[in-house]
C-alpha cells in the first residue's frame, strides 16, 4: 500500500511556484529522501504532507486517504523539525511524552511509551536534564524520541540532522536508519546531503527549481542519472560532464567510439572511472592535485574544459603536468547539452 502519494500537487506564493505540479508515490515502510539544493522545494513538499501549509492545486493523500484539506492534527503523521523545537523550561521526559499530554491519553500509557522510546534512544539516564544540559545529538535523540511515542505511521524530518558536526551526523545517520527499519515506519526526510540520501534512503527524490528531476532509489540516480542536474548532484567528487567536441578537439577519436547520434552531446564520466594511461586516451593537462590519503583527486584541463580524475593511493603531479585520461566505454554516460537530458 502507498503511504504517501501527491499527485500534480503545486504551491504557489505571489507569482513563485515553489512547487510546480510534483507527482509521486511512497510505499509503507520505506524512508523517502526530498534531496535537492536550498530553495528546490523540498521544504515545502514536506510542510505540504505535514498540513502545516495548504496546497495550491492538486491531491495528497496518507495512507490512501485524502488529507489535502485536513489540518495538521487530523493527518497521523508526527515531524521532528530541524531546530528540534523543545520547550527549554521542560525536562526530557516532559518534551517527549507533551504531545501524549495533550491528546489525553492516559499515564499509564504515557510512561510506558516514554520507557520504550527512552530506552531506544538511549535516553534512560537523561529524562530529568533540562535541554539546555544536553549536547546536540542527545537533543536530537529527543525530538526522536517525540516522535516515535506518537506511535503514527508516517515521520516527516526536516533537515533533522544539519546542526550536527560531521562526525556526529554519520552516526546519527545509521541510528535514524536503524531506528526507522525497526520501527517499520515510513519516514519523509528533506536534506541538501546527497551523502545522507545515498546512505539511507529506499527512494531519492531529487528537486531543482520546485520541480522533481528524478525520483528512484539511490543506485539507480548515480548509476544511470536521468539529467546533467542529478549526474553532477550526485556523486562526490561530481561526475564529469564536458562537451563532447571537447573530446574531439583534443585530438581523441577513441573516447567517442559508439556515441549517439546528436550534434550536441555532453560526455559524462565519475571521476572514480578516469584512470592515467600512458598512451592513447585524452590528452590532458594537471591544474592541480588534493591528496586525501586512500586516494587522490587530479584536476585536469582538457581544452577549455575540467576533468577531474579520484585515483587510488597517492599521486605526486606537479600543476601543468602532461597527461593522458582514459575510461571504460562502460562508465560513459550522454546528455543532450540544450535540454540536459539522459541520451541512451
Known amino acids: 500500500m502507498s503511504a504517501i502519494t501527491l499527485r500534480e500537487v503545486s504551491k504557489v506564493w505571489g507569482t513563485v511556484r515553489a512547487l510546480d505540479d510534483a507527482t509521486f508515490t511512497t510505499r509503507e515502510g520505506q524512508l523517502l529522501v526530498l534531496l535537492g539544493p536550498s530553495g528546490?522545494?523540498?521544504s515545502t513538499t514536506l510542510r505540504l504532507i505535514a498540513g502545516l501549509d495548504s496546497a495550491s492545486s492538486g491531491q495528497i493523500e496518507i495512507l490512501g486517504r485524502d488529507v489535502t484539506n485536513l489540518p495538521p492534527a487530523a493527518r497521523n503523521v508526527s515531524m521532528v523539525f530541524?531546530?528540534?523545537?523543545?520547550?527549554?523550561?521542560?525536562?526530557?521526559?516532559?518534551?517527549?511524552?507533551?504531545?501524549?499530554?495533550?491528546?489525553?491519553?492516559?499515564?499509564?500509557?504515557?510512561?510506558?511509551?516514554?520507557?520504550?522510546?527512552?530506552?531506544?534512544?538511549?535516553?534512560?539516564?537523561?529524562?530529568?536534564?533540562?535541554?539546555?544540559?544536553l549536547s546536540g545529538g542527545q537533543q536530537q535523540r529527543v525530538a526522536l524520541g517525540r516522535a516515535i511515542v506518537a506511535q503514527t505511521p508516517v515521520c516527516l524530518m526536516d533537515e533533522p540532522l544539519s546542526n550536527l558536526d560531521a562526525q556526529l551526523r554519520a552516526e546519527m545517520r545509521r541510528e535514524i536508519r536503524a531506528l526507522q527499519q525497526r520501527l517499520g515506519i515510513t519516514m519523509a526526510y528533506v536534506t541538501h546531503d546527497q551523502v545522507e540520501?545515498?546512505?539511507?534512503?529506499?527512494?531519492?527524490?531529487?528537486?531543482?527549481?520546485?520541480?522533481?528531476?528524478?525520483?528512484?532509489a539511490p543506485a539507480a540516480l548515480y548509476e544511470r542519472p536521468a539529467t546533467i542536474f542529478t549526474a553532477r548532484f550526485v556523486g562526490t567528487p561530481p561526475m564529469n560532464v564536458i562537451p563532447a567536441d571537447?573530446?574531439?578537439?583534443?585530438?581523441?577519436a577513441d573516447p567517442l567510439q559508439g556515441a549517439p547520434a546528436g550534434s550536441s552531446l555532453m560526455l559524462g564520466v565519475r571521476p572514480e572511472h578516469v584512470r592515467l594511461v600512458e598512451s592513447g586516451g585524452v590528452p590532458a593537462s594537471v591544474t592541480a592535485t588534493e591528496y586525501l590519503g586512500a586516494d587522490t583527486l587530479v584536476q585536469t584541463r582538457v581544452g577549455s574544459s575540467e576533468m577531474m580524475a579520484r585515483?587510488?593511493?597517492?599521486?605526486?603531479?606537479?600543476?601543468?603536468?602532461?597527461?593522458?585520461?582514459?575510461?571504460?566505454?562502460?562508465?560513459?554516460?550522454?546528455?543532450?547539452?540544450?535540454?540536459?537530458?539522459?541520451?541512451?
Open 82 to 133: 530541524q531546530s528540534y523545537a523543545l520547550f527549554p523550561h521542560l525536562s526530557v521526559a516532559e518534551n517527549i511524552i507533551f504531545g501524549l499530554k495533550v491528546r489525553h491519553v492516559p499515564a499509564s500509557e504515557r510512561a510506558a511509551r516514554l520507557k520504550r522510546a527512552a530506552d531506544m534512544l538511549g535516553l534512560a539516564a537523561l529524562l530529568d536534564r533540562k535541554p539546555s544540559q
Open 40 to 42: 528546490c522545494g523540498k
Open 246 to 252: 571537447a573530446i574531439a578537439a583534443a585530438g581523441s
Open 197 to 216: 540520501a545515498m546512505t539511507m534512503a529506499d527512494q531519492v527524490i531529487l528537486m531543482k527549481d520546485g520541480r522533481i528531476e528524478q525520483d528512484g
Open 311 to 344: 585515483l587510488p593511493g597517492r599521486i605526486d603531479l606537479a600543476p601543468g603536468a602532461a597527461v593522458r585520461l582514459d575510461w571504460q566505454p562502460g562508465s560513459r554516460h550522454w546528455f543532450d547539452a540544450v535540454s540536459g537530458l539522459r541520451v541512451e
